[in-house]
């Protein structure tokens, strides 16, 4: 089965950046869309951002629109996220996820993502 591994989390002061990077083992990123999400303490589990999920594109929360950018590396066959202006409300555990059943226009959403790591931690705070 497809196991998903993240990193690039970290503490960081409102206003800076950092990358996540989401990597495979028992098998490819490439065939699969793939969903970052984030969960903070108290509160469900929400889409930030996928690729190859929107007419073979990206797709954005409006939360983070402007602010965040996914993006793939072929040769290495990874996926980061790149988020900037970093707000305490970015504050959380992010997830990769990966499927090959995601729906076109819903790769926000948890349904069709099957493989999922474990998280790493964002903490935004001054």
């Known amino acids: 089965q497809l196991q998903l591994v993240e990193s690039g989390g970290g503490l960081v002061q409102p206003g800076g950046s950092l990358r996540l990077s989401c990597a495979a083992s028992g098998g490819t990123l490439d065939p699969h869309s793939v969903g970052w999400f984030r969960q903070a303490p108290g509160k469900e589990r929400e889409g930030v951002s996928c690729?190859?999920?929107?007419?073979?594109?990206?797709d954005y929360a409006d939360s983070v629109k402007g602010r965040f950018t996914i993006f793939r590396d072929n040769a290495k066959d990874t996926v980061h996220l790149d988020m900037n202006s970093l707000k305490p409300e970015d504050t959380a555990i992010y997830y990769c996820a990966a499927g090959v059943g995601v729906v076109p226009g819903s790769g926000l959403s948890r349904d069709g993502y099957r493989f999922w790591g474990r998280g790493t931690q964002v903490t935004v705070s001054s």
């Open positions: 690729i190859r999920c929107l007419y073979d594109g990206t």
